[in-house]
């Protein structure tokens, strides 16, 4: 082989390794990015079940601040 030849053949090879790198480094990102979504996804559905949870005792407690209201006028009226 020919000296350019054979230095052709050695760039190739260590472009050849940078792009092995790149593509292992770029696979680390993926899967990182993998499991920040997933942990993310999951603190979403903890939220929301919070939210949910926040939502219902609200309307309980609405529910029986009505009910404690009108049981007040009920008593003012049976007093009248």
Avoid at 4 to 23: H, R, V
Avoid at 48 to 75: F, G, P, T, W
Wanted: without cysteine; aromatic residues 4%; glycine residues 0%.
């Amino acid at each position: 082989m020919r000296a350019e030849e054979k230095y052709e053949i050695s760039l190739l090879k260590k472009e050849k390794m940078n792009l092995l790198k790149l593509i292992d480094k770029k696979n680390e990102e993926k899967i990182s990015l993998q499991s920040e979504v997933t942990k993310l996804r999951k603190n979403l559905a903890e939220e929301y079940l919070h939210y949910l949870s926040e939502r219902d005792a609200r309307k309980i407690l609405i529910a029986d601040l009505n009910e404690l209201r009108y049981q007040r006028e009920d008593m003012s009226l049976a007093q009248s």
